[in-house]
């Protein structure tokens, strides 16, 4: 109960998929995710020792011994612990937890398009909390602005900058399309540098589509032909109305649906020049599991891989404890 992280909000986190497929389940940009952890731990004083291959080689364990095959949520947390009431976060236990969970859709009723609001909350600021942090006490920003589109009857809210340029979701990064071109808010309006937005930013220059990085005001929001939120629990959402404006014809963009279906193709691997975007857990092919004698989660450790496990406190969570 006097964990620091519970009281003052000292924690970072991350928020990964892995993909169950027929022959394996892959982990979807897994160092990616780990690098960004460790950048806020940096941001936040917080003495995180793991290195990203020791983090990432125990996602993957951790996944094998509970032997999921289903579609997951990865939560890796880094958060203080018991150190008394000193704001000083440094003088605070630093642990380290992995939580996999059974996990489809973020939003209810498997949503193919989301009715929006611009929050009457304002977007965190570097000058306060840096949002480039992926750190636990940022999120009461999110949860205020989330309830209060809820409690409106909206599914999601948008949330403007310091400045009132447009920042992003509650938990996902936006786009919008205006004349064939993509357009989404840069680092500097205090955005989370969202891997799903770097994975579309990539993917539309293989698509040869323009993205512009460059503020958005509010009332683009209303004008643009198509708009979407990019995250990774809700991948590619298209936004089909905004403070009751409908965006387009109301649904779904035909770049939006471009991007999207490429975006699923990729998570799928079925884009060879993505592929090391996908990491595998089980060592083991389907193919090969019916021909040779199991190797346990167990047995696979002392086959030479690292048992970077005992280092973490690892939840080992399956799916019906939830
Ligand atoms: N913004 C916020 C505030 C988020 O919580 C998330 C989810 N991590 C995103 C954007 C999207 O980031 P990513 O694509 O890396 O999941």
């Given at each position: 109960?006097?964990?620091h992280?519970?009281h ?8 990964i998929?892995?993909?169950a497929r027929?022959d394996?389940v ?12 460790k950048d ?16 990432c ?7 094998a ?7 997951t949520?990865i ?6 612990g ?14 380290v937890?992995i ?6 859709s ?21 000058v ?8 636990c006490?940022?999120?009461?920003n999110?949860?205020?602005a989330?309830?209060?589109a ?6 999601e ?5 310091s400045n009132?340029?447009?920042s992003e ?5 936006i786009f919008?399309?205006?004349?064939g ?6 680092l ?17 220059s ?5 993205v ?6 509010r ?18 959402m ?6 009751r ?8 963009g ?18 060879e020049?993505?592929?090391s ?10 193919k090969?599991a019916?021909?040779?004698?199991a ?8 086959h030479?891989?690292?048992?970077v ?14």
């Amino acid at each position: 109960m006097l964990s620091h992280a519970l009281h003052y909000g000292t924690g970072v986190f991350e928020g990964i998929r892995a993909y169950a497929r027929s022959d394996n389940v892959y982990i979807f940009r897994l160092k990616e995710h780990m690098e960004r952890l460790k950048d806020s731990a940096k941001i936040y004083f917080m003495d995180l020792k793991n290195s990203v291959d020791d983090l990432c080689s125990a996602t993957v364990e951790l996944i094998a011994k509970n032997e999921m095959r289903c579609q997951t949520y990865i939560r890796p947390i880094v958060f203080k612990g018991f150190g008394g009431i000193d704001l000083n976060l440094t003088k605070a236990p630093t642990h380290v937890a992995i939580c996999p969970f059974k996990f489809e859709s973020y939003f209810e009723n498997q949503k193919s398009g989301l009715d929006t609001c611009v929050s009457s909350w304002r977007r965190i600021s570097d000058v306060s909390t840096p949002p480039m942090a992926k750190a636990c006490g940022h999120y009461l920003n999110c949860a205020a602005a989330k309830v209060e589109a809820n409690l409106n009857g909206y599914d999601e809210a948008i949330l403007l900058d310091s400045n009132g340029f447009v920042s992003e979701g509650t938990g996902e990064n936006i786009f919008i399309v205006k004349d064939g071109k993509l357009v989404t808010p840069p680092l500097s309006a205090s955005i989370l540098n969202g891997i799903t937005r770097d994975t579309v930013i990539t993917l539309a220059s293989e698509m040869c589509v323009q993205v512009a990085e460059r503020n958005i005001a509010r009332a683009e929001l209303y004008t643009c032909d198509e708009a979407f939120f990019t995250g990774t629990a809700v991948e590619i959402m298209p936004i089909l109305t905004v403070d009751r404006r409908q965006i387009g014809d109301g649904k779904m963009g035909v770049l939006t649906g471009r991007v999207k279906t490429f975006y699923n193709k990729v998570i799928a691997g079925n884009v060879e020049k993505y592929n090391s975007w996908l990491t595998p857990v089980y060592v083991r092919s389907v193919k090969q599991a019916r021909t040779e004698p199991a190797i346990t989660a167990e047995t696979s450790l002392k086959h030479g891989v690292d048992p970077v496990l005992e280092k973490f406190e690892m939840s080992f969570w399956h799916e019906t404890h939830l």
